[in-house]
């Protein structure tokens, strides 16, 4: 389990006031059981927790001991929790007196909320229990609790050596809750708190720092039952959810099969259709010509599309942000008849240009937003008439290449790598399920025509919300986002602080910058959020819309993102 980035840097003049064993004592391998799960405590960490008052102190261990990754110095340290502390080894202490210490769970919880405890107003530099290192001083309500509760487990120490190494110094001042009438003062290493009836006592800081951490990532490790239970309620194939955290760690989930020849799961190597996921990479070589100078966001269309009636209003920059009010040729249906009659044929894309301009009397880009799949066959029209490339060489050298997307194609004959998903197509009543693994992907070309993996999609997911590739000011230029709900009909309370956005190929919602991908039983969802650091991927090989209104990969992301909003407020 990772100490969250969040946690404050211990000073060192604090540090060394953490005295725990003696230096120079000899390695202890002694083990006991206690509290009511009989949980071991050993060797150096049992003399640390005997010599200072055993359970009357640090209360009982909460689980054994574990390795952890010390955020401070990179190194890898054993910790133990106990219900009012965290006892730690620093190995870089070794035969010192500050080889065990408790940890500093005061000042890693207040930051874990949000509170700078250096923000606090000074206390009184006169008081003679003010502390120069953190400004502040010791509420006359727990000065002799601070300063007793140290004489009984000094181990060679002074008194008020022993009180530090079990309280550290007053981080804050004393407060009344808003909601009774406990008083409370937090340390370094604990909080204390006085009842109404003057009863004082060390707050469990160790089942509340435990309750923050361990029971959310439970809750991810035990997402693969509820992922199948997902799976079953959509009635499809197979479904991956792979997410990458420095803060909340690494996990994968996968239900049934990615392909029902062979029976495999999905996995990071898994090539997959990603659909729509394909506009992000399409905005990328579209904004990679501006960089250029090739291209200019409000260059108007006519000069490429003059047949389109009031494509002299429409700029690159609307057709991208999806303002161009141009029909969207996968609404038509026309194309979508002559689709299912043959999902197989390969398509030119002036032929879908033409279902969306024969559906669009005449353009009138009035600023309101509306998806269209026609905008983005457009935009890859324009590159290769730029470049005079086509459209999958300018996309592998402008974007694959340089981000090292080894694995992701724009494969024009449709064929899809080994090993790939197979997937299920529901959306033809007459026809029923459907296996559209080989339906040709020309169908979508530049809006949806990518394959890719798990693998790489995870590294690809920051770019979506600060890119690589592009300058400063291009980039803000592709992350200027088109409401796509009105303020009027936007609940907060149950809808989230803001409405959602569109940029130039990516939304934006709650904090993540994301775009999902449907393409005929392929379902996709490439997500990023800059908060908590998490990139997520989502892929699933059957698109039926379930109890909950959507997809299995939009059942997964709601449960994910969920999860980890309950794991950072925690």
Known sequence: MKRSSLFIVMLLTLLLSSVGTAAGSEESTECETAG???????????????????????????????????????????????AHARLEIHPEFEGTPYYVQAGRLGAELLAEDGIDWREFDEGDPDDPTWSEPTGQSIAPEFQEFWEST????????????????????????????????????????????????????MAPLGDEFVASTVQPEQAFEEFDSR???????????????????????????????????????????????????????????????VEEGL???????????????????????????????????????????????DPEQEWDPADL?????????????????????????????????????????ALEERVLEPLGLDHTSFPDDGELPEPYARALYTGNPAA???????????????AGQVVSTAGDMLQYASELAESQLL????????????????????????????????????????????HDGVLFGYTTMVAYHPGYDVSLVIFGNGEAIGPGGTTAAGAAFAEITELLEDADLD
């Open 36 to 82: 009511p799960d009989d949980v071991s405590i050993c060797g150096e960490i049992l003399d640390h927790w005997n010599d200072y008052g055993g359970a009357d102190t640090f209360g009982y261990p909460l689980s054994p001991a574990t390795d952890e990754l010390d955020s401070d110095t990179d190194e890898t340290m054993t910790v133990q929790y106990f």
């Open 150 to 201: 140290g004489e009984e487990t000094a181990n060679g120490l002074d008194a008020f050596q022993s009180s530090l190494v079990l309280f550290g110094y007053p981080i804050s001042p004393a407060e009344y809750a808003d909601d009774d009438d406990t008083l409370t003062q937090w340390f370094e290493r604990s909080r204390l708190e006085m009842d109404a009836d003057g009863n004082i006592a």
């Open 227 to 289: 992922l199948q239970q997902i799976l079953d309620e959509h009635g499809d194939a197979g479904i991956g959810v792979w997410m990458e955290s420095a803060e909340f760690g690494d996990y994968e989930w996968q239900a049934g099969v990615a392909n029902d020849e062979t029976d495999e799961p999905y996995t990071l190597e898994t090539h997959h259709r990603v659909g729509s996921v394909t506009k992000t990479l399409t905005a990328l070589v579209v904004l990679d010509l």
């Open 295 to 341: 291209l200019d966001l409000d260059d108007p269309v006519d000069q490429w599309f003059p047949e389109l009636d009031g494509s002299d209003e429409v700029t690159v920059r609307m057709l991208g942000n999806m303002t161009s009010g141009i029909y969207s040729y996968t609404e038509t249906i026309a194309w979508f008849s002559a689709t299912l009659e």
């Open 353 to 393: 240009l033409w279902y969306g301009f024969e559906m669009t009397d005449t353009a009138e880009p009035d600023g309101s937003w509306h998806y269209s799949n026609t905008n983005y066959i457009m935009l890859g029209l324009i590159v290769e008439e730029l470049t005079g490339d086509d459209f999958g060489t």
């Open 432 to 446: 029923g399920e459907q296996d559209s693994t080989n339906w040709h992907p020309s169908v979508s070309w530049t």
């Open 471 to 514: 300058s400063e000011d291009i980039d803000a230029e592709r992350l200027s986002l088109i409401q796509l709900v009105e303020d009027d009909e936007w609940d907060v309370e149950t809808m989230g602080d803001e409405p959602p956005g569109y940029g130039f190929g990516v939304v934006y919602s709650d904090g993540w910058y994301m």
